[in-house]
Nanobody, 122 residues
Framework: VQLQASGGGLVQAGGSLRLSCAASGRTFSSSGMGWFRQAPGKEREFVAGISSSYTTYYADSVKGRSTISRDNAKNTVYLQMNRLKPDDTAVYYC?????????????????WGQGTQLTVSS
């Protein structure tokens, strides 16, 4: 699976943004998908995941203000983020799981997109 993330940008605190990740390959619908992020000087961290059966998972830091979704007809996974905070500033990566499920461990994911920068200004 090849992944192409997009939708990042500069947003004011309190604003919203939707990230998209287009996937190529025949296995998208049967693959779990996830979003990770990496802020400067920090390790990459799990943000959200969605299984092939549409079960969703969120990091506590974004729970309640973010929604991950997928459109198998378009081979695309989305991450809608609301009430953005400066702490959300990071490069966001989408990833495809090696299986139908997802986990917070990055080793679960076998394919990664190139990343898209989200900057939240205060």
């Amino acid at each position: 699976v090849q992944l192409q993330a997009s939708g990042g940008g500069l947003v004011q605190a309190g604003g919203s943004l939707r990230l998209s990740c287009a996937a190529s390959g025949r296995t998208f619908s049967s693959s779990g998908m996830g979003w990770f992020r990496q802020a400067p000087g920090k390790e990459r961290e799990f943000v959200a995941g969605i299984s092939s059966s549409y079960t969703t998972y969120y990091a506590d830091s974004v729970k309640g203000r973010s929604t991950i979704s997928r459109d198998n007809a378009k081979n695309t996974v989305y991450l809608q983020m609301n009430r953005l905070k400066p702490d959300d500033t990071a490069v966001y990566y989408c990833a495809a799981s090696r299986a139908s499920w997802v986990g917070i461990d990055s080793r679960v994911f076998g394919s990664w997109g190139q990343g898209t920068q989200l900057t939240v200004s205060s």
